[in-house]
């Protein structure tokens, strides 16, 4: 027997999360959007609540601030794209991360979002904080990984983490804002090689 509410109409799912969980996703691909097609234009609240088809006020119930949103949007983007894998194998959860890496940013709008905010944190304070934050969530993640392999076994004692991660994002950053070198699946490959090589 289905259930009625208090005016004896059938009740039905609550959907004001459901709303709530697609308006906060909308919000940040809308501002990942503009991100990438800003060309240096300032990026307002009021762009990405338009963008997005919401009111100003509903972004700043969620976020204090453009680069909040910003932050949270790269962040939500990278780690749908580059998810960090724990399969048992550092070999393999490594070479994983630096293939999604490499290929995130030949789709959009994350590869010309994040040459936008290099581009832009060189002149506006905030965005470069917003880098930092960004790229140190990034780091830690591969440590972890890393620090995961090195209790395990897979690393010699005293291994340099640190140095195994800046080899790795070192390379990434280089190739991606110079171009003069591809980052695909065959540069991942001898990328991960080599950085377990040296160790």
Do not use: C
């Amino acid at each position: 027997m289905e259930s009625t509410g208090p005016q004896g109409n059938p009740d039905r799912p609550h959907t004001g999360r459901r709303r709530n969980e697609a308006t906060h996703q909308a919000i940040l691909d809308a501002a990942l959007r503009l991100l990438g097609e800003s060309g240096g234009a300032n990026i307002t609240i009021d762009a990405i609540a338009r963008a997005a088809g919401v009111g100003k006020q509903t972004v700043y119930r969620w976020w204090p601030s453009k680069g909040a949103v910003l932050l949270e949007a790269l962040t939500e983007r990278s780690l749908r794209e580059v998810p960090m894998p724990d399969s048992g194998s550092l070999r393999d959860d490594l070479l994983a991360v630096v293939e999604s890496t490499f290929l995130s940013t030949q789709r959009n709008p994350t590869g010309p979002a994040l040459r936008s905010l290099v581009r832009e944190a060189a002149r506006d304070p905030h965005l470069a904080e917003l880098l930092r934050t960004f790229t140190a969530q990034r780091r830690t993640a591969v440590r972890e990984l890393l620090a995961r392999g090195l209790k395990r076994g897979d690393l010699p004692a005293g291994a340099d983490l640190d140095l195994m991660v800046d080899q790795f994002y070192g390379v990434f950053w280089y190739r991606f804002l110079l171009g003069h070198a591809p980052l695909d699946k065959q540069s991942a490959e001898r990328l991960t090689d080599s950085i377990l090589r040296a160790e």
